[in-house]
Nanobody, 124 residues
Framework: QVQLVESGGGLVQAGGSLRLSCVAS????????MGWFRQAPGKEREFVAG????????SYADSVKGRFSISRDNVKNTVYLQMNSLKPEDTAVYYC?????????????????WGQGTQVTVSS
C-alpha cells in the first residue's frame, strides 16, 4: 500500500508561482511512475504532468507546457510540480498519483494510488 500526501497549494495572483509537493510512503517509491492531475469545479479530472521512475521520461498537458515542471527526488520519496506563470484557468484541486510501473500514463486508470489533493486558486 502506498500513501500519497500533497502540499503546497494555496491562493496566488495570476502570473505567480507555486510549488506542489507529494510525499509517498513505502520503500519502493523509486520504482513507481508518478503523475499530477487536476480537477476544476464541474469538470473531469485531467492529466497535468507525468514522470517515469528514473526521470528519463517527462510529459505535460499542452495547457501547461512551458509553464509547469515535474521532478522527483527518489531519496526523499517526493515528486514536485513547479507551476509558473499561473493563470486563473489553472484553478483546481491538484492530485498526485502513483503507478506500479516504470512509465507514466496520461489517463486516470493507469494509476494505482492517489492522494487527497491540494487546492490551487489563481486570482485574476
Amino acid at each position: 500500500q502506498v500513501q500519497l500526501v500533497e502540499s503546497g497549494g494555496g491562493l496566488v495572483q495570476a502570473g505567480g508561482s507555486l510549488r506542489l509537493s507529494c510525499v509517498a510512503s513505502g520503500r519502493t517509491f523509486s520504482s513507481y511512475a508518478m503523475g499530477w492531475f487536476r480537477q476544476a469545479p464541474g469538470k473531469e479530472r485531467e492529466f497535468v504532468a507525468g514522470i517515469s521512475w528514473r526521470s528519463f521520461s517527462l510529459s505535460y498537458a499542452d495547457s501547461v507546457k512551458g509553464r509547469f515542471s515535474i521532478s522527483r527526488d527518489n531519496v526523499k520519496n517526493t515528486v514536485y510540480l513547479q507551476m509558473n506563470s499561473l493563470k486563473p484557468e489553472d484553478t483546481a484541486v491538484y492530485y498526485c498519483a502513483a503507478a506500479i510501473r516504470s512509465e507514466y500514463g496520461r489517463t486516470m486508470n493507469q494509476y494505482d494510488y492517489w492522494g487527497q489533493g491540494t487546492q490551487v486558486t489563481v486570482s485574476s
